[in-house]
């Protein structure tokens, strides 16, 4: 099986840049994943990495180290729309996703 | 965008009684699957299918799930026997093959069943 630990509330204020971290206790780790919520909505892919090392995506970047079964998702110039919920999931070879249990982003003024 | 579209966006049903929820992955893709969401919780894997069969389920899924693709469109999710902690949002996805990972699941935009 599969656990993920994240922060569960992060506050930040707008233009800043927030890293929420993800560590993670798995059998058959395949890679990292980063989804978005915001209230009432579906999850939205952010990013994967599946090599170790930092993968960017405009002002999103994710991190992976597997020889420390950690991984990060780092936000810079922090907009009030990226108030949402962040989950890390880990994949199996199968595809199927085990998420964590999210991380609550406030950004404020 | 292509989009994952399902019906209906919220069903309220009574303890017992049997649900269908319904899915139409996006057109080219090839495996599919059901996630919950309890609210305030996380999202929590039930099922995967491919090829017109189950590849992998959860604990949650025990015998009163079960899926279907009748046609070649639609994906659906029945619960037999609906208990009050079947309460949750329930959330298609789908992707193209094994490799579009990288790319993310596409999710659609959820039913949200409560039991009473």
């Known amino acids: 099986g599969q656990s993920l630990e994240q922060p569960s509330e992060v506050t930040a204020v707008e233009g800043a840049i927030v890293q929420i971290n993800c560590t993670y206790q798995?059998?058959?780790?395949?890679?990292l994943s980063w989804y978005q919520q915001h209230d009432g909505g579906a999850p939205t892919f952010l990013s994967y990495?599946?090599?170790?090392g930092l993968e960017e995506t405009g002002r999103f970047s994710s991190f992976l180290s597997r020889s420390d079964s950690y991984g990060y998702l780092l936000l810079q110039e922090l907009q009030m729309k990226d108030s949402a919920s962040y989950f890390c999931?880990?994949?199996?070879?199968?595809?199927?996703?085990?998420f964590g249990g999210g991380t609550r982003l406030m950004v404020k003024p | 965008e292509p989009e994952v579209t399902q019906t209906p966006s919220h069903q309220v049903t009574q303890m017992g009684q049997e649900v269908i929820l319904r899915c139409v992955p996006i057109?080219?893709?090839?495996?599919f699957y059901w996630y919950r969401q309890i609210l305030g919780q996380k999202v929590e894997f039930l099922v995967s299918?491919?090829?017109?069969?189950?590849?992998?389920k959860s604990e949650i899924f025990d015998d009163q799930f079960s899926v279907e693709r009748p046609d070649g469109s639609n994906f659906t999710l029945k619960i037999r026997s609906t208990k009050l902690e079947d309460s949750a949002m329930y959330f298609c996805?789908?992707?193209?093959?094994?490799?579009?990972?990288?790319?993310?699941?596409?999710f659609g935009s959820g039913t949200r069943l409560t039991v009473v």
């Open positions: 999931a880990a994949s199996n070879a199968g595809n199927m996703l085990t």
């Open positions: 798995t059998s058959g780790f395949y890679g």
């Open positions: 990495n599946g090599l170790d």
């Open positions: 057109s080219n893709h090839l495996y």
């Open positions: 299918f491919y090829n017109n069969e189950i590849s992998e």
């Open positions: 996805a789908s992707n193209r093959d094994r490799d579009s990972i990288s790319r993310g699941y596409t």
